[in-house]
């Protein structure tokens, strides 16, 4: 059984920042790129950062130089390190593992207050 659980989600001031955490099980992590997406109430879900199995990176324009993605292979974890956040970068956060598949996370919530 395949499951991703996310953390580190709350409530954080604009300017502040959150590290959010994704433990994956149930699949050969290394071999799978990794990211990390957001839905708002209202909109699609987008891509927010994604880390291949070769750790390469890519993020979106809107979160260049204020996140960043990593990976730890030996633990089967991928984070988000989110700094400067902006009241913009509210949302649901998903994580998401895709090879041949994709699997996705619950969800953890991350709310800016003004």
């Known amino acids: 059984q395949v499951q991703l659980v996310e953390s580190g989600g709350g409530l954080v001031q604009p300017g502040g920042s959150l590290r959010l955490s994704c433990v994956v099980s149930g699949i050969f992590f290394s071999i799978y790129d990794m990211g990390w997406y957001r839905q708002a109430p209202g909109t699609q879900r987008e891509l927010v950062a994604v880390?291949?199995?070769?750790?390469?990176?890519n993020y979106a324009d809107s979160v260049k130089g204020r996140f960043t993605i990593s990976r730890a292979n030996a633990k089967n974890t991928v984070d988000l390190q989110m700094n400067s956040l902006k009241p913009e970068d509210s949302a649901v956060y998903f994580c998401?593992?895709?090879?041949?598949?994709?699997?996705w996370g619950q969800g953890t919530q991350v709310t800016g207050s003004s």
């Open positions: 998401n593992a895709q090879r041949y598949n994709g699997y």
């Open positions: 880390i291949t199995s070769g750790d390469a990176t």
